[in-house]
């Protein structure tokens, strides 16, 4: 297990890296702009947590790893939740990373908390979602239902505006985090059980 | 005990079955499996290595059933496949560090003196490397943790002479351990004929014959007669005959041709030849 886990960390290695940096430019561009906004940085996470099971599964497509490590000491189960634990990983290094820069610019814990929750959510909903459509149509396909998602959020971003979602969020702001925050989970888990029902019954 | 038992193993694709497959490995041998492009040889070992499910029969690894194989015993198991392996963005030494993780008998010590020996390098990247060199490197990683059972799939297809050797001399050394088993899947029949104990031969999806490789070539013979010569002989004699304008070749039995008869030595080619050829 913690073999497959450093597979994934070096097959992600140089991803994360630059996802850092990314983040890092775009922070100190929005630090030395007086009216930019730090928190839609945290848009990133999301975006990146979204690419990231793709990326994981097509590297394994390619080199056709799952037929490999068929015969390795380590479960089909195993090996699929080294995927769900890297996006959760990825997922935290980023949140600590835009808290840290958040930090530095001397926001408030309020604010960071509110403009963090919703992206954190939303990127585990999303990778779940990626990473069992990943398992069962294979990464290529799964980069279709990627863009399916994103139409989705933007559609559904409208919506939530013009229903003035945000006077419930404020009336009862905890709620919808941690119900938020629960849905997310067991949308990942779920997606986490379905995903090894799949690689485990696939032909490589 | 049989390091492997393969009992009327089946499995349909659409335009393929591979039908009733059985065959052993039994300690301290080599088996090689030939056949044709597409003959089933790649189904068989997928299925094997647990990458394909099996419509029916059953497998046994070190005599335990497929389904019920623990940690302990895919630990003993090493494969070296031609088309897939390690991820490519990867360092020999990142693949190194990987693998301590996975088999519970990585040896860093061995593992590095195969390195060495086959001249590869720790900070290549496993992309630079020659099919050559990506397949010593299979070997090393195989040969690195204890595996008692080897299975190479094509394993040195696209090799040049040196190269192969290399390959071959690695496995013979490997058998001396008598607790250990190969199985070998190659078109190179020349290498089967060199190092395999055991011969089974797959043609479309079925085995033809799964049996010891001295025992076959003293079996068969070929002979090289005219048509009218080749009549005089007990149809029962002859396995398959292939006739050209100018003369026949014939794949008989040995101990069935009468004295006079002049017979040639024959090779797993030529029965191989013969058996896919199929006229008698």
């Given at each position: 297990m913690l073999g497959l886990m450093k597979k994934e960390i070096f097959m992600m290695k140089n991803s994360m890296v630059t996802a850092g940096i990314v983040m890092l430019i775009l922070t100190i561009a929005m630090i030395s702009s007086e009216n930019a906004e730090i928190g839609i940085l945290s848009g990133y996470i999301v975006a990146f947590t979204a690419i990231s099971p793709i990326t994981m599964i097509a590297y394994d497509e390619k080199n056709k790893w799952d037929r490999y490590s068929s015969a390795m000491p380590a479960t089909k189960r195993q090996q699929v939740l080294c995927k769900y634990l890297m996006v959760i990983l990825s997922i935290v290094i980023l949140t600590a990373i835009f808290i840290a820069l958040c930090a530095i610019k001397g926001e408030t814990l309020i604010y960071i908390k509110g403009v963090i929750i919703v992206p954190v959510v939303m990127a585990i909903t999303i990778s779940g979602i990626e990473l069992l459509m990943a398992y069962k149509f294979g990464a290529n396909k799964a980069r279709f239902v990627l863009i399916g998602i994103m139409f989705l959020i933007i559609f559904g971003a409208r919506i939530y505006g013009a229903m003035d979602m945000l006077s419930v969020i404020t009336r009862n702001p905890a709620m919808f985090y941690i119900g938020g925050i629960i849905v997310a989970f067991a949308v990942y888990i779920a997606s986490f059980c379905l995903s090894v029902h799949f690689h485990s019954n696939k032909d490589f | 005990m049989s390091i492997l038992e393969v009992k009327n193993l089946c499995r349909s694709y659409k335009g393929f079955d591979l039908n009733n497959v059985s065959f052993d490995i039994p300690e301290g041998t080599i088996m090689g499996l030939i056949g044709e492009n597409g003959a089933g040889k790649s189904t068989i070992i997928n299925i094997i290595t647990n990458a394909v499910h099996k419509d029916s029969g059953t497998v046994k690894l070190f005599g335990v059933d497929l389904e019920n194989c623990n940690s302990d015993i895919w630990n003993s198991i090493a494969v070296v496949q031609a088309d897939c392996g390690f991820p490519e963005e990867l360092t020999i030494k990142n693949a190194e560090s990987v693998l301590k993780g996975i088999?519970?008998?990585?040896d860093s010590g061995k593992f590095e003196s195969y390195i060495n020996k086959l001249g590869l390098d720790f900070k290549k990247k496993i992309k630079s490397l020659s099919t050559g060199m990506k397949m010593k490197l299979e070997l090393a990683i195989a040969l690195s943790?204890?595996?008692?059972f080897l299975i190479l799939d094509e394993a040195t297809n696209g090799l040049d002479f040196m190269a192969r050797n290399e390959i071959l001399d690695i496995l013979m050394d490997f058998i001396q351990d008598e607790s250990c088993g190969v199985l070998l899947a190659s078109h190179i029949i020349e290498d089967m004929e060199r190092i395999c104990d055991y011969i089974t031969f797959i043609h479309n999806g079925n085995v033809v014959f799964s049996e010891n490789k001295d025992d076959l070539l003293d079996k068969y013979a070929v002979i090289n007669i005219d048509e009218n010569k080749l009549s005089e002989l007990d149809s029962k004699a002859v396995v398959y005959t292939d006739k050209t304008q100018y003369s026949s070749k014939a794949l008989v039995y040995r101990n069935q041709i009468p004295s006079g008869f002049e017979t040639e030595k024959t090779t797993i080619q030529d029965i191989m030849y013969f058996y896919m050829k199929g006229g008698k």
């Open positions: - | 088999y519970k008998n990585w943790h204890s595996a008692k």
